[in-house]
C-alpha cells in the first residue's frame, strides 16, 4: 500500500509539470496584460509538433547522430519557433485590439478563435492521422522495491522545477520582471515612465510560449502520439490550475498544477477511471468555494 502511495506521488508530480509548465504561460499573459490567453493550450500542441518536425529533420539529415545529441538540437530550436508563433499571436491579434482599447470580452473572443485556427489549420495542413514522436533518449527505469521511475519522469519533474525557479528570479530579481510588475499594476502610468510597453509584452508572450513549447517537447516524449486536438483539454485543465492556484501569481500556477496532477492520479488509483474529471474538478471547485481567488491570490480593489 505504501509502495502504490509512493508510486502515484511519482506520477502526480510528472503530470503536474505539464500541468505547471503550461499553467505558468497562462499566469504570466494575465498577470501582465490581464488577459487569458486561451489559444495557450493549442500552442502546445503547436510546440509538440514543431519538437516533431525539428527531431525528424535532425535524424533524417543526420542519421548517425545520436538521439541525445538530437534533443540538445531539437529543444532550444523547439522553444525558440513555438515563442515565434506566440509573439506572431501576439502582434496579429491581441496588439491591435489592445492599441483599440476593445472590451476585454472581445480579446477573450479573439483568442478562443486563435486557438481553433490553430487547431484547425494542423488538421487542414497535415491531416487527421496522427504522427509518433520518435525516440531521442533510451528509456532507463530505476526501482525502488516497488516503486520504479524513469529517466525521462525524472527529467520531466525537474524541468518544471528549474522553469519555476527562472521565471520567479526573472520576475522578481530583474529590470525586465519589474517591468512587467509595473505593468500589472498601472498598465497607464507605466508608458509615462519610459518603459517601453510593447516590448515588456511582447518578452512575456516569448517567455510563455517557449514554456508551451518545452512542455508540448516533453510531453511528446513521454507519450509520442500527436494530434491536432492535443492541446484543448491539457490546456483547460492548466487554466483550472492556474486559477485554482491563483492566476497571475507564479506561485500559484506552479503549486496549482501540480495540485491538480496529484488529484487525477489519486483518483484513478482508487475509483474507476472515468471518475478522474469528475472527483477531480468538483475537489477544485470546492476550494474555489472557499477561497475564491485561488491559493495564492490576493482579491484586488478597484478605485472608482
Given at each position: 500500500?505504501?509502495?502504490?502511495?509512493?508510486?502515484?506521488?511519482?506520477?502526480?508530480?510528472?503530470?503536474?509539470?505539464?500541468?505547471?509548465?503550461?499553467?505558468?504561460?497562462?499566469?504570466?499573459?494575465?498577470?501582465?496584460?490581464?488577459?487569458?490567453?486561451?489559444?495557450?493550450?493549442?500552442?502546445?500542441?503547436?510546440?509538440?509538433?514543431?519538437?516533431?518536425?525539428?527531431?525528424?529533420?535532425?535524424?533524417?539529415?543526420?542519421?548517425?547522430?545520436?538521439?541525445?545529441v538530437v534533443l540538445t538540437l531539437t529543444l532550444p530550436l523547439t522553444m525558440i519557433?513555438?515563442?515565434?508563433?506566440?509573439?506572431?499571436?501576439?502582434?496579429?491579434?491581441?496588439?491591435?485590439?489592445?492599441?483599440?482599447?476593445?472590451?476585454?470580452?472581445?480579446?477573450?473572443?479573439?483568442?478562443?478563435?486563435?486557438?481553433?485556427?490553430?487547431?484547425?489549420?494542423?488538421?487542414?495542413?497535415?491531416?487527421?492521422?496522427?504522427?509518433?514522436?520518435?525516440?531521442?533518449?533510451?528509456?532507463?527505469?530505476?526501482?525502488?522495491?516497488?516503486?520504479?521511475?524513469?529517466?525521462?519522469?525524472?527529467?520531466?519533474?525537474?524541468?518544471?522545477?528549474?522553469?519555476?525557479?527562472?521565471?520567479?528570479?526573472?520576475?522578481?530579481?530583474?529590470?525586465?520582471?519589474?517591468?512587467?510588475?509595473?505593468?500589472?499594476?498601472?498598465?497607464?502610468?507605466?508608458?509615462?515612465?519610459?518603459?517601453?510597453?510593447?516590448?515588456?509584452?511582447?518578452?512575456?508572450?516569448?517567455?510563455?510560449?517557449?514554456?508551451?513549447?518545452?512542455?508540448?517537447?516533453?510531453?511528446?516524449?513521454?507519450?509520442?502520439?500527436?494530434?491536432?486536438?492535443?492541446?484543448?483539454?491539457?490546456?483547460?485543465?492548466?487554466?483550472?490550475?492556474?486559477?485554482?492556484?491563483?492566476?497571475?501569481?507564479?506561485?500559484?500556477?506552479?503549486?496549482?498544477?501540480?495540485?491538480?496532477?496529484?488529484?487525477?492520479?489519486?483518483?484513478?488509483?482508487?475509483?474507476?477511471?472515468?471518475?478522474?474529471?469528475?472527483?477531480?474538478?468538483?475537489?477544485?471547485?470546492?476550494?474555489?468555494?472557499?477561497?475564491?481567488?485561488?491559493?495564492?491570490?490576493?482579491?484586488?480593489?478597484?478605485?472608482?
Amino acid at each position: 500500500m505504501f509502495d502504490s502511495i509512493i508510486q502515484n506521488i511519482f506520477n502526480g508530480l510528472q503530470w503536474g509539470s505539464f500541468y505547471s509548465l503550461i499553467a505558468l504561460g497562462y499566469t504570466l499573459v494575465y498577470g501582465v496584460l490581464t488577459l487569458i490567453n486561451f489559444a495557450h493550450g493549442d500552442i502546445f500542441m503547436v510546440g509538440a509538433y514543431i519538437a516533431f518536425f525539428v527531431a525528424t529533420f535532425f535524424l533524417k539529415a543526420a542519421s548517425g547522430l545520436p538521439g541525445w545529441v538530437v534533443l540538445t538540437l531539437t529543444l532550444p530550436l523547439t522553444m525558440i519557433l513555438t515563442a515565434c508563433v506566440g509573439v506572431t499571436l501576439e502582434r496579429i491579434a491581441y496588439r491591435p485590439l489592445r492599441r483599440k482599447g476593445a472590451n476585454r470580452l472581445y480579446v477573450v473572443i479573439t483568442a478562443l478563435m486563435c486557438g481553433l485556427i490553430l487547431e484547425n489549420g494542423n488538421l487542414a495542413l497535415l491531416g487527421a492521422s496522427r504522427k509518433s514522436f520518435p525516440e531521442l533518449v533510451d528509456k532507463v527505469i530505476y526501482t525502488t522495491g516497488a516503486v520504479s521511475m524513469t529517466n525521462l519522469k525524472i527529467a520531466v519533474i525537474l524541468s518544471a522545477i528549474l522553469v519555476f525557479c527562472l521565471l520567479q528570479f526573472i520576475v522578481t530579481r530583474t529590470k525586465i520582471g519589474m517591468a512587467m510588475r509595473a505593468i500589472s499594476y498601472d498598465k497607464f502610468a507605466v508608458p509615462l515612465m519610459g518603459i517601453p510597453i510593447d516590448t515588456i509584452i511582447v518578452f512575456t508572450f516569448i517567455l510563455g510560449s517557449s514554456m508551451a513549447g518545452l512542455a508540448g517537447l516533453l510531453y511528446s516524449m513521454s507519450y509520442p502520439i500527436l494530434d491536432p486536438y492535443m492541446g484543448a483539454l491539457i490546456g483547460w485543465k492548466a487554466f483550472i490550475a492556474a486559477v485554482v492556484g491563483g492566476i497571475g501569481d507564479i506561485r500559484g500556477a506552479f503549486f496549482g498544477g501540480f495540485l491538480l496532477g496529484f488529484v487525477e492520479i489519486l483518483v484513478v488509483a482508487f475509483f474507476p477511471s472515468t471518475f478522474r474529471d469528475l472527483i477531480a474538478f468538483s475537489i477544485l471547485l470546492l476550494i474555489l468555494v472557499y477561497k475564491p481567488t485561488g491559493l495564492f491570490g490576493i482579491a484586488k480593489t478597484t478605485k472608482i
